[in-house]
């Protein structure tokens, strides 16, 4: 049984590989078909549409490396910026002078930190390579050394997620947000609870990132995911609504804009608002002619 259609959180790639169920059009689901043709596989089970580039993918694996790592630390706001993966390269122990968090520290020793570190940078690379199965196993004894340790618990979490490991994951990053403070993976996380049917906490979670107000961007998947649960829910009301709120007209588009103009997009056909759709399919498609399966879409749509 395929499971409900979803978009949204942070950090994926793919967008409308899973969009066979829950209320997709017969055209769409044909022409879905052919832009496969060239070989791709189906998916079996549902997996998250994945949005971003390879950039951000790097971008993500560096943040998750370098956080954690000594005092001053924000709260609430996303917690430290995320830095690029080749600065990652030059200093696996991240932009702090070397500072090594407390607790990996006290786990393993400190004649032990520096292995420690460099098998967390190995994952982190693996990671940003889409080896998923190699960083998880290079994570897990990490985690286990080392609980307390926020970089580890992040990017471990963030690996069982892509491995469609939603409660495990959610595990992971529960405990990255509960010693950190941190909202800047409260996407992934209320996507995880999503997977689990937890709408509940979907909400809570969005409602936290909200009133935390980090970067737009954060902001805007947390919007996709939390419209994403309304809508599994038959809410397509106010699914329709909460994505409106936040695709206000902008000078400069980015891709946050994109994702969330798509997701709209794909509500307004879901709800038989074919020509709204059309439309703001086409303006993703003028922006960027080759955003995810964007022509896919309006071929459905003619």
């Known amino acids: 049984m395929q499971g409900p259609r979803r978009w949204g959180g942070l950090a994926r790639r793919g967008a409308g590989r899973a969009l066979e169920g829950g209320g997709a059009s017969d055209a769409w689901r044909a022409a879905d078909r052919d832009a496969r043709a060239g070989g791709e596989t189906r998916p079996e089970a549902w997996q998250p549409e994945q949005w971003i580039d390879e950039g951000e993918l790097r971008d993500e694996a560096a943040g998750a490396v370098g956080r954690g790592r000594g005092p001053g630390r924000g709260r609430a706001t996303g917690g430290a910026p995320r830095r690029p993966i080749e600065d990652e390269s030059r200093d696996p122990r991240g932009s702090r002078g070397g500072a090594t968090d407390d607790n990996v520290r006290n786990a393993v020793g400190p004649t032990r930190v520096a292995r420690f570190e460099a098998r967390l940078k190995e994952a982190s690379d693996a990671f940003r390579r889409e080896r998923y199965d190699e960083a998880r196993r290079l994570l897990r004894p990490l985690a286990e050394q080392a609980p307390g340790a926020s970089s580890v618990r992040e990017l471990y979490g963030l690996t069982l997620y892509r491995l469609g490991r939603w409660a495990q994951a959610k595990r992971e990053l529960e405990a990255f947000r509960t010693q950190t403070g941190g909202t800047e993976q409260h996407p992934v996380l209320a996507d995880c609870a999503r997977a689990l049917g937890q709408y509940a906490e979907v909400e809570e979670l969005w409602d936290e990132l909200r009133a935390a107000s980090p970067s737009g961007a954060l902001v805007a ?82």
């Open 221 to 302: 998947e947390g919007r996709i995911v939390a419209a994403g649960a309304l809508a599994d829910q038959g809410r397509l009301d106010e699914a329709i609504a909460l994505l409106e709120g936040g695709n206000r007209p902008t000078k400069k588009l980015m891709l946050h804009h994109l994702r969330m103009s798509y997701a709209l997009a794909d509500l307004y056909e879901r709800a038989g608002d074919l020509p709204r759709a059309r439309d703001l399919f086409g303006r993703v498609a003028a922006t960027d002619p080759d955003f995810v399966d964007i022509q896919a879409r309006l071929r459905a749509l003619r």
